[in-house]
């Protein structure tokens, strides 16, 4: 089915100024940019989005990088988008990331690993609900 998923360049990699060449694998892949902007979020919108992972050991570490520069928070869509998002992905360590993959060709660390991806449809609707207005996403 055509899904919408969310998706987020990380500040390490805008920091790098390859923000192009990640979209260009997502569109490459078949994905369509339906929503995108440019934030620099605070460390409060950081803590609010992942919210899910505040009893982890690395929350601080994690919402201190993504406060730490801009970002860009996407909302593609395309045919299983959540899945198809993930695998162009590739695993959230880069040291584990398939050849080929963004995390594999971009990723620092598993901190500083380019991009977010939602995990599953529910959770796109709550990340995308969380960065845009239903008027700002134009399939
Ligand atoms: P992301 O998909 O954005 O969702 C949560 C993030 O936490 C994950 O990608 C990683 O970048 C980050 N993360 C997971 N494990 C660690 C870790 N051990 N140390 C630092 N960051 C981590």
């Known amino acids: ?17 390859v923000t192009g060449k990640i979209i260009d694998r997502l569109e490459s892949a078949g994905l369509r940019v339906v929503a995108q902007k440019r934030v620099w979020m ?3 919108e950081a803590e609010g989005f992942y919210a899910e992972h505040k009893a982890r050991p690395f ?3 994690l919402t201190e ?42 990723a620092l660390s598993i901190g500083e ?16 609900a969380y960065w845009f207005s239903e008027t700002e996403v134009v399939g």
């Open 1 to 17: 089915a055509i899904e919408r998923t969310f998706s987020m360049i990380k500040p390490d990699a805008t920091k790098r100024n």
């Open 42 to 44: 605070s460390l409060r």
């Open 59 to 61: 929350f601080g570490e």
């Open 65 to 106: 990088f993504m406060s730490s520069g801009p970002t860009i928070v996407q909302v593609l869509e395309g045919e299983n988008a959540v899945a198809k998002n993930r695998e162009i992905m590739g695993a959230t360590n880069p040291a584990d990331a398939d050849e080929g993959t963004i995390r594999k060709d971009f």
């Open 113 to 128: 690993n380019s991009v977010h991806g939602s995990d599953a449809l529910e959770t796109a609707k709550r990340e995308i």
